[in-house]
């Protein structure tokens, strides 16, 4: 609860309270359950189901499991293998029984992500348990105030010298990044933040500075791929209320926010998805871009496609970000062509491009 409070005061609070906030440690609760379970099986989970299609290519269907499909019902998540390869898993187990990864103790460093605490919680997981480091957790100054609420709930991890966290900007990180006890970094960020940390300029040019095992994941330009076919109007509002509230969640500054719906220009039922999904938008609050650097994204794709639809319902005063971050309304640009479309860069934000591909 500490938590989600402290992220709505932040961020803004909207149709859901706290809501919003309490639902993204969902993945943390079943990450640690799986965690525990796959630790178990020696890193051999039983799979959901292992299928072939009809060229042979091994499929497994891994999520959702436990508790999950409450959260997540009608979603499937499948694996599939490469083909001619036969489904198989353990492998980072295997890896390290085999000495290809360094022994306990070697520290990782851990560069939070500014926009989702799960993700940090999530990164500081994984190095713990599937590469056995102990970790110095780095956090981002745009939700350092997640800091001391992350390291009580890690209170055992921290009491047995497996985790710390420190804070500050760039030069912290960097130091962080160059010290000589710092075996291995995971950054969740930009890609000028990782160019920084491997060439030493947000562009990348000369040689690899750090000679370290790194790893990152750095954002994309999220599809939803619409499969056109018979839909009920049923299936119409479902979808439609699916990608509206991908872009929603966070106020759209999520690496899997829904940035591009792919659709077939001559689908019968194209033009009643997108009034659905502008009607779901529209009944929306607006919300504040409150990750810096977000409302100067938000007016760049509006000066690029000056004809988008602007949605959303307006917000009163109190539910505005800290900073007095004013709300921004939502914008759908419809009926673009692949080659107009904005998909270089993350918009990271309320934004919503359709590219209607044609046959």
């Known amino acids: 609860g500490d938590m989600a409070a402290a992220g709505a005061t932040a961020k803004g609070s909207y149709e859901g309270g706290i809501g919003d906030e309490m639902a993204t440690f969902t993945p943390v609760v079943s990450s640690i359950l799986e965690y525990r379970d796959s630790m178990l099986a020696g890193g051999q989970l039983q799979p959901l189901e292992v299928y072939r299609r009809p060229d042979g290519q091994q499929v497994a269907v891994v999520w959702p499991a436990g508790m999950i499909p409450a959260f997540f019902p009608n979603f499937v998540g499948e694996v599939w293998i ?6 198989s898993q353990g492998q980072i187990y295997r890896h390290k029984a085999q000495g290809g990864l360094p022994g306990p103790g070697s520290v990782a460093l851990v560069l939070g992500a500014g926009n989702q605490l799960p993700v940090v919680a999530l990164d500081i997981l994984h190095m713990l348990f599937a590469e056995d480091r102990v970790v110095l957790a780095k956090m981002n ?52 933040t990782y160019n ?37 109007q049923a299936d119409v509002e479902y979808h439609a209320t699916s990608v509206a509230s991908g ?3 966070n106020a759209g500054h999520n690496c899997i926010a829904a940035e591009l719906v792919l659709t077939d220009a001559s689908w019968p039922l194209r033009q009643a998805f997108l009034d659905a999904l502008a009607r779901c938008l529209d009944n929306l609050q607006c919300r504040a871009p409150w990750y810096p650097g977000s409302a100067e994204r938000i007016a760049a794709f509006k000066r690029r496609f000056p004809s988008a639809q602007a949605l959303g319902r307006p917000v009163a005063g109190k539910a505005q970000a800290h900073d007095h971050i004013p709300a921004q309304p939502w914008l759908l640009a419809t009926g673009l062509a692949p080659e107009q479309a904005q998909v270089r860069q993350e918009n990271w934000g309320g934004v919503l491009q359709e590219v209607a591909l044609p046959n």
């Open 196 to 232: 920084s940390i491997m060439f030493g300029s947000p562009q990348p040019s000369g040689s690899v500075r750090l000679n370290k095992r790194v790893t990152a994941e750095l954002g994309n330009v999220t599809p939803y791929i619409v499969v056109p076919g018979p839909w009920s």
């Open 82 to 87: 490469q083909p001619g390869r036969d489904a």
């Open 141 to 192: 100054p745009v939700n350092d105030y997640y800091g001391p609420l992350l390291r009580q709930a890690f209170a055992p991890l921290v009491q047995r010298g497996c985790l710390e966290f420190v804070y500050g900007g760039a030069d912290v990180g960097a130091y962080c990044c160059q010290h000589e006890l710092v075996d291995a970094v995971h950054l969740t960020g930009s890609e000028a």
């Open 247 to 249: 872009l929603a969640q």
